[in-house]
Nanobody, 126 residues
Framework: QVQLVESGGGLVQAGGSLRLSCVVS????????MGWFRQAPGKERDFVAT????????EYADSVKGRFTISRDNTKNTVYLQMNNLKPEDTAVYYC???????????????????WGQGTQVTVSS
């Protein structure tokens, strides 16, 4: 069974940084795209960032470009989200996710992701 476990969330002041991690188990990690999404209270789950199998291609939501960096370590079955210059509007539960198919290079569509973690809370105070 594929499992994703996020960590690294917390409370930080505006302008601060956090690094989220997501460890994947239950299948080979490297052949699959990985993504990060977030959901604020009362809002839909939104795309944040995605990375392809090798780590050579990434895509970001406009709201986080230049501040967030997605990366992966295929030797550790882990994907990361480095978040810098955090803003109060970044407050949300952050989820990592991965598709069931090896077909996808990168994708921003939540419905193309099959497996999800339980989420980690990020709170940015002003």
């Amino acid at each position: 069974q594929v499992q994703l476990v996020e960590s690294g969330g917390g409370l930080v002041q505006a302008g601060g940084s956090l690094r989220l991690s997501c460890v994947v188990s239950g299948r080979t990690f490297s052949p699959y795209t990985m993504g990060w999404f977030r959901q604020a209270p009362g809002k839909e789950r939104d795309f944040v960032a995605t990375i392809n199998q090798s780590g050579g291609t990434t895509e970001y939501a406009d709201s986080v470009k230049g501040r967030f960096t997605i990366s992966r370590d295929n030797t550790k079955n882990t994907v990361y989200l480095q978040m810098n210059n955090l803003k109060p509007e970044d407050t949300a539960v952050y989820y990592c996710a991965t598709p069931s198919s090896r077909y996808y290079q990168i994708t921003t569509r939540p419905y193309e992701y099959t497996y999800w973690g339980q989420g980690t809370q990020v709170t940015v105070s002003s």
